[in-house]
């Protein structure tokens, strides 16, 4: 049973950083791309940052020289590197993973940013 687990999620102030970790596991073959959506009560889940099997990636411009993806693929691990975070960074933010030639999804992490 393929699972994401993501870890890393809190409050913080304005300005600060938060680091978000995503791990694969479970039945995994191949994983392609993964990358972190958001998501805040009311609105569609947006794509943050995603990553594919070869390194290269891409980031909303909301969070370019904001915010760092990368991954660990020997570990099945995507991070996400977030610095001068803003209150309308505050979301849910999720992992998801093409495993297997399927889509997944974690359960969730909350960033909540105070200003």
């Known amino acids: 049973q393929v699972q994401l687990v993501e870890s890393g999620g809190g409050l913080v102030q304005a300005g600060g950083s938060l680091r978000l970790s995503c791990v694969a596991a479970?039945?995994?073959?191949?994983?392609?791309?993964m990358g972190w959506y958001r998501q805040v009560p009311g609105k569609q889940r947006e794509l943050v940052a995603v990553?594919?099997?070869?390194?290269?990636?891409n980031l909303d411009d909301s969070v370019k020289g904001r915010f760092t993806i990368s991954r660990d693929s020997a570990k099945n691990r995507v991070y996400l590197q977030m610095n001068s975070l803003q209150p309308e960074d505050t979301a849910v933010y999720y992992c998801n993973a093409l495993i297997n030639l399927q889509p997944y999804w974690g359960q969730g992490t909350q960033v909540t940013v105070s200003s």
């Open positions: 479970g039945g995994i073959r191949s994983i392609n791309r």
């Open positions: 990553i594919t099997s070869g390194g290269s990636t």
